[in-house]
């Protein structure tokens, strides 16, 4: 092997011009939680799906990129609309959860402030997890 040889197969990625993003395939989600955790969430009443919902959504998901052997363009398809609907219902989650403090102070009431802990608790939650991804 020469040494130009040995260079480019020892070349690090930010010397070649390439980012050292990892490989997303790779990446093991430390923010996803285990069952402890899980539970801790949902007894605080932070979790952004009940444990039912978030089910069905990942058996869903497993239905389409099932299907993306057979039918490559339909199962992205798919995948855009449950992203999508997943995103849509998120938004109305904490578009909810905004109008009901919103509604609070515009009648002259102030929040408990075990609300406004939940509030930003699960704000603080989904901002680390969109970072995370």
Known sequence: MTTHEEHATTARPEDMGESREPNPAAVVREADPGPDEAQTLNEDNTLLFADEHRSGLHSRWNDVQAAFVDN????????????????????????DTRSRLEAQWSRGEEASTEDLRVALTRYRDFFQRLLSV
Do not use: G
């Open 72 to 95: 490559p363009k339909e199962s992205v398809q798919k995948a855009d609309n449950l992203v999508a609907e997943v995103v849509e219902e998120l938004t109305v989650s904490f578009a």
